[in-house]
């Protein structure tokens, strides 16, 4: 029994939390660990993405072996740059009929009402949940665990998150409780290096929901972190990580080093099929509240999906960087040095981390970013690529 008294069945080893995630069959789809020359793509003069053959539109979508793909899409409606970016990411073809999704917002507090860019847009999972619903899953999930002392079931009503996913066609929207009150919804792993911040606890609690469908969606909004630097894709996981387990972490939170690393190391847990940022709005300083005086929001109105969480991390992070040079920033968060400093986003903390556990590619050579009406196309890509 652990110290929760949970019965040991729950723990399970590391090869089978993977199995039950499909974590092999999604790195093996990414051909990961397959020598392949640095690459990139081409664009119109509007900054699309083009290639040659392919059914949809004489383009070729395909994803390279070996390679990462990106996919930045700009719409003025929000449905159709979700899908955009979807498309350009390699699409969601990997989902089959009869199978379980779950999809994973951010809702990380119920308080943000006339705050955009702090929790996922309701336009944004709407969107999601019915180019999901399209592959005929047996059920679809919308779910996450908010900030510690937050109910996560007031985050979604109070954002407009559980209205917007039903009225989309989910089937449930799951409103995760600590795992002191429902105990049976949380499974205790044990992922490689857990022992660095979770040896008194005996492993990590992962959302139960999340490690048993079939497949996985991971929808962060784009904003930065004053303590990870940036909350996106890999940070958002922290939500579907029990409030216990979370406590070593943010008793570290201003090393920004230490937290990334554990970000890293409970992401081992979770294979999302994709990756979707809502850039539609962000907050680009006074993250991750987002509601407290040193806030700065843009309106970047752009869809950043991937199959590979680092690629699609660092183009964020590219994102973040090209708002923040040109916003004029009163009170500079702990995060805005990291992120002006005009360094690589391959050098931030949560990148290198990642590399270091094999989440997904090691750099930008093994990238390619793919636009769509995306006017800062080049001026991303440089950043990416520095």
């Known amino acids: 029994m652990s110290e929760r008294g949970r019965d040991t069945t729950d723990l399970l080893t590391r090869r089978e939390f993977l199995e039950?995630?499909?974590?092999?069959?999604?790195?093996?789809?990414?051909?990961?660990?397959?020598?392949?020359?640095?690459g990139g793509v081409t664009r119109d003069q509007g900054g699309a993405a083009v290639a040659d053959g392919g059914a949809d539109g004489g383009e070729d979508l395909s994803i390279p072996q070996g390679k990462a793909v990106v996919g930045i899409a700009h719409r003025d409606n929000v449905e159709e740059a979700v899908r955009r970016a979807i498309t350009?990411?390699?699409?969601?073809?990997?989902?089959?009929?009869?199978?379980?999704?779950?999809?994973?917002?951010?809702?990380?507090?119920?308080?943000?009402?006339?705050?955009?860019?702090v929790v996922t847009s309701s336009?944004?999972?709407?969107?999601?949940?019915?180019?999901?619903?399209?592959?005929?899953?047996?059920?679809?999930?919308v779910g996450d665990r908010s900030a510690r002392g937050f109910s996560t079931d007031l985050a979604f009503s109070n954002t407009g998150l559980r209205d917007a996913a039903l009225e989309a066609g989910a089937d449930e929207v799951f409103a995760a409780l600590p795992p002191a009150d429902a105990p049976d919804d949380w499974l205790l792993l044990q992922p490689p290096a857990w022992e660095e911040t979770w040896k008194e606890k005996g492993g990590i609690l992962a959302m139960r929901r999340i490690v048993e469908s079939d497949h996985l969606i991971d929808l962060p909004v784009c904003k930065d972190h004053r303590w990870a630097v940036f909350s996106l894709s890999m940070k958002n996981l922290i939500g579907a990580v029990g409030d216990?387990?979370?406590?070593?972490?943010?008793?570290?939170?201003?090393?920004?080093?230490?937290?990334?690393?554990?970000?890293?190391?409970?992401?081992?847990?979770?294979?999302?099929?994709l990756s979707?940022?809502?850039?539609?709005?962000?907050?680009?300083?006074?993250?991750?509240?987002?509601?407290?005086?040193?806030?700065?929001?843009?309106?970047?109105?752009?869809?950043?999906?991937?199959?590979?969480?680092?690629?699609?991390?660092?183009?964020?992070?590219?994102?973040?960087?090209?708002?923040?040079?040109r916003t004029k920033v009163p009170q500079p968060d702990e995060a805005y040095a990291f992120l002006t400093a005009g360094k690589s986003p391959w050098s931030l903390p949560q990148i290198v981390h990642g590399v270091e556990r094999g989440l997904g590619v090691d750099g930008p050579n093994r990238a390619i970013l793919r636009f769509d009406d995306v006017a800062d196309a080049a001026a991303l890509e440089k950043i990416f690529r520095s």
């Open 20 to 38: 039950a995630t499909g974590a092999a069959a999604s790195l093996a789809a990414l051909g990961l660990g397959c020598d392949d020359p640095a």
């Open 88 to 117: 350009l990411a390699g699409g969601l073809t990997i989902i089959e009929a009869g199978q379980t999704v779950f999809i994973k917002p951010n809702a990380v507090h119920p308080y943000v009402q006339g705050f955009s860019g």
């Open 123 to 141: 336009a944004v999972l709407a969107a999601v949940v019915r180019a999901v619903k399209e592959r005929k899953p047996s059920r679809i999930v």
């Open 244 to 273: 216990d387990s979370r406590d070593f972490m943010h008793y570290k939170s201003r090393m920004p080093n230490r937290l990334s690393r554990d970000v890293a190391i409970l992401n081992q847990m979770f294979t999302p099929t």
């Open 276 to 325: 979707i940022i809502d850039a539609w709005d962000s907050v680009i300083n006074g993250g991750p509240e987002g509601i407290l005086g040193d806030a700065v929001r843009v309106e970047p109105r752009l869809i950043l999906a991937s199959r590979d969480r680092l690629a699609l991390d660092a183009a964020g992070a590219s994102l973040l960087a090209l708002e923040l040079g």
